[in-house]
């Protein structure tokens, strides 16, 4: 079998996926923002793609080909419910806590829940291209589009991250701010008709 | 009036260009706060899990 050239042995197999695991882990947490739902997924990745070992060519991107499985995985009908995940406070406190200057922290909290707002193909491509230092040609490749697709996705999704930013001053937590907003509103109406009502 | 939207335009490009800078920085070490901690042994040991799992398999080949 000729093919047998372009397999990588089990063991070197192995060891290179485990030298990727971090980047799984990475990628899978920043397109599910749990971090306990987020390794699940990576760990479904990388089994999937142990599984996979002998569909893997030797001498091409294996990131790319391991972040392929990772993506698909994610997408699956099974996942469907981790592609919405609402803004977890304990999430967002544990960030704070973990970064050494709370400004700072701050600044990437509302990045967070930023990229959250995006849809998630503009995100995707963002965390691939920006975060992860992939090339538009291999994100391309693991999103299965063009090259100018990712591109305008791209940097769509920069400008929708400033404009998000921009319009929230705090950036924080915009979602319980809204909602906020809205309860005050409530309660002034309320307040508002009891005031009206008339008392005979 | 019209040069003067011009240089507005530049500037607000300019700004446009450090934001997205800045973003792209911090998309990174989001990122790579992640990537640098500590696998966890979970994920080493189901790797190695699946690995016996084929070696006791009687289809697998010369080992």
Known sequence: ??????????????????????HLRAFARSLCR???????????????????????????????????????AFYSEKRRSWRRQPLDPEVAEATLVSNSNPSDALELLALRNALALLPVDQKEALILVGAGGM??????????????????????????????????????????GMSADKAFDDIMKQADEIARAPTS | MNKKKQLGQQKS???????????????????????????????????????????????????
């Open chain 1, 34 to 72: 749990d971090a306990s739902l987020a390794d699940d997924l990576a760990q479904d990745a990388m089994l999937k793609a142990w599984n996979a070992r002998d569909s893997f060519l030797a001498g091409t991107n294996m990131k790319a080909w391991a972040f392929t499985i990772l993506r698909n």
């Open chain 1, 1 to 22: 079998m000729t093919d047998d050239r372009n397999k990588l042995d089990d063991a070197t197999f192995k060891k290179e996926l485990t030298t990727l695991i971090p």
């Open chain 1, 135 to 176: 090339a538009y040609e291999e994100a391309a490749e693991i999103c299965g589009c063009a090259v100018g697709t990712i591109k305008s996705r791209v940097s769509r999704a920069r400008k929708a991250v400033i404009e998000i930013l921009e319009s929230n001053s705090t950036g924080y937590n915009s979602d319980s």
């Open chain 2, 13 to 63: 490009d300019a700004d446009l260009k450090r934001r997205g800078a800045k973003i792209g920085d911090q998309l990174r070490r989001i990122y790579e706060e992640v990537a640098k901690e500590e696998v966890p042994d979970e994920f080493l040991k189901l790797l190695e899990e699946a690995d016996k799992k084929k070696s006791s398999m009687p289809s697998a080949s010369d080992e």
